[in-house]
């Protein structure tokens, strides 16, 4: 079965700190991968996805399918990025396998 | 349109009591799915329609669990003889292929059965 691994629950950096949350994914085919957030009293949205290659709200996530990572990074962590963060990948499927979230905290 | 709708948001229902919940996607959005959400984990798949065609259920979803989608717009899950154990946050995504599968989520149903 598939399975998507962020094993930090939580994570708490100082604003202007670099910040990574960790994603691992088991998956003997191609992956597609997602990073999805939900700020405080907001629904779901998504983030970014690995297809797309890009940067949002400074964040960026680099597929590595030799460490089976998909690990999310921002340079200097901002206060309005506190939120819980969820990892997901949908490969082969129209169903996505979520990770059980990092709730991310970051300090003034 | 303002997104993938719900109703209701709260729920309180007595043990062995049925409870309906609906979702209203967003329009032309092919595909639906309900998810369940516990404290500490991140939504866990129930079961997906694409149209009005039920494609595929969760061992989650046990046989007090159907859920439909008449046609092919909303969708409502319905619990019968809920437990304790049903407590949860039932969330609803939308999405369409045009949009490489990115799910639009609902803001959710939060159930708590005493």
């Known amino acids: 079965a598939q399975r998507v691994t962020q094993p930090e629950k939580l994570l708490s950096v100082f604003k202007g700190a670099p910040v990574e949350l960790k994603c691992n994914y088991s998956?003997?085919?191609?992956?597609?991968l997602f990073w999805y957030v939900q700020y405080s009293r907001q629904r779901l949205q998504l983030l970014l996805r690995h297809i797309s290659r890009e940067s949002i709200k400074g964040f960026t996530a680099d597929l590595n399918k030799g460490e089976t990572s998909f690990h999310l990074k921002k340079p200097f962590a901002q206060e309005e990025d506190s939120a819980m963060y969820y990892c997901?990948?949908?490969?082969?499927?129209?169903?996505?396998?979520f990770g059980r979230g990092t709730s991310l905290i970051v300090h003034p | 349109d303002t997104g993938v709708s719900q109703n209701p948001r709260h729920k309180i229902t007595k043990r062995g009591q049925n409870v309906t919940f609906r979702c209203d996607p967003i329009?032309?959005?092919?595909?639906l799915y309900w998810y369940r959400q516990t404290l500490g984990q991140g939504p866990e798949f129930l079961t997906y329609?694409?149209?009005?065609?039920?494609?595929?259920k969760s061992r989650l979803l046990s046989d007090r669990f159907s859920a439909e989608r008449p046609k092919g717009s909303f969708s409502t899950l319905e619990i019968q003889r809920t437990e304790q154990g049903d407590s949860a946050m039932y969330l609803c995504?939308?999405?369409?292929?045009?949009?490489?599968?990115?799910?639009?989520f609902g803001p959710g149903t939060r159930l708590t059965v005493l």
């Open positions: 329609f694409q149209n009005e065609a039920q494609l595929e």
């Open positions: 995504a939308s999405s369409h292929p045009r949009q490489d599968n990115e799910q639009f």
């Open positions: 997901a990948n949908t490969g082969g499927s129209y169903i996505p396998t």
């Open positions: 329009s032309e959005h092919n595909r």
């Open positions: 998956y003997s085919g191609s992956p597609e």
